[in-house]
């Protein structure tokens, strides 16, 4: 069974946006204490989208972006999709590294590495979330890193962790650090019978 927008009411979609302030309130914590500097950030924008409209989302399936990618495991299976830009993704990782941003080009390993590690902090931050308000105990994996265009990006979860629904939980966060300024899209995308899960444990069916 799939539940379309029009399905999820305005009860879920409160919880829903409970869930992305929390989870940003908490991954905007975390960040700042691995740069040591104070971040600032907007009120997220929470929805319930079809897993074939995230490429629109994101600007079309062609353009090149930044996806740091998490199986997750237990109560909830399924996986995280953490997606940027090219830039904000080089913003990121230089405020992370403490260096100047000179020009966008190729990551090195240290900062594959640190971009990996941001997702993987991120991540754990909405799931701690998520269990809160759901009381479901969840793993998650250690992180992947793809550089590719929107569309091969998509079709990179399905080939690593297997099956998964059609529905996907996006937040979109944008954070500020003085002048710097990044958008970060998350996605949680269970299998089908998770999502049924999330539903009930959250008083909606």
Known sequence: MNFSNSEINEMYLDVLKELGNIG????ISALAMMIGKRIDMKVPIVKIVDLRQVPEILGGAEIPIVGILLNVEGDIDGFIMLVMSQASAHVLVNMLLGTSLNEYSEFTDIEKSALMEIGNILAGAYLTALSTLTGF??????????EDMAGAILSFPAIQFGETGDTALYIETEIFEQSS???ADFFLIPTEESYKKMLRALGVV
């Open 181 to 183: 300024r990044i958008i």
């Open 137 to 146: 105990k969840m793993i998650q994996s250690v992180p992947q890193l793809a």
């Open 24 to 27: 940003t309130g908490n991954a």
